[in-house]
């Protein structure tokens, strides 16, 4: 069955970055667009960021533009979201998932705080 496992999550003071990764399996990865997902304590769960499946064409939400870096390794089966100039409004569950199919990982929680 499909398997996603997020990582890399941690606490960050403003102005840091963490590198998250997303391990799957269970499907052909390399066939599949992937993305990632957040969501804040109280808020709905926002789309952040979703990658093609060769990784040649990404798109990201206005607020994480020109601080977030999506990509992927497809001979790994492996995503990654490169989380530079954190802000306190980035805190919040961080999740993969592989676009058309229903699953979810457990998440990873980035904290920005000084």
């Known amino acids: 069955q499909v398997q996603l496992v997020e990582s890399g999550g941690g606490l960050v003071q403003p102005g840091g970055s963490l590198r998250l990764s997303c391990a799957a399996s269970g499907f052909k990865f390399s066939t599949v667009p992937m993305s990632w997902y957040r969501q804040a304590p109280g808020k709905a769960r926002e789309l952040v960021a979703t990658i093609s499946s060769t990784g040649g064409g990404t798109n990201y939400a206005d607020s994480v533009k020109g601080r977030f870096t999506i990509s992927r390794d497809n001979a790994k089966s492996t995503m990654y979201l490169q989380l530079n100039s954190l802000k306190p409004e980035d805190t919040a569950l961080y999740y993969c998932?592989?676009?058309?199919?229903?699953?979810w990982g457990q998440g990873t929680q980035v904290t920005v705080s000084s």
């Open positions: 998932r592989a676009v058309g199919l229903p699953a």
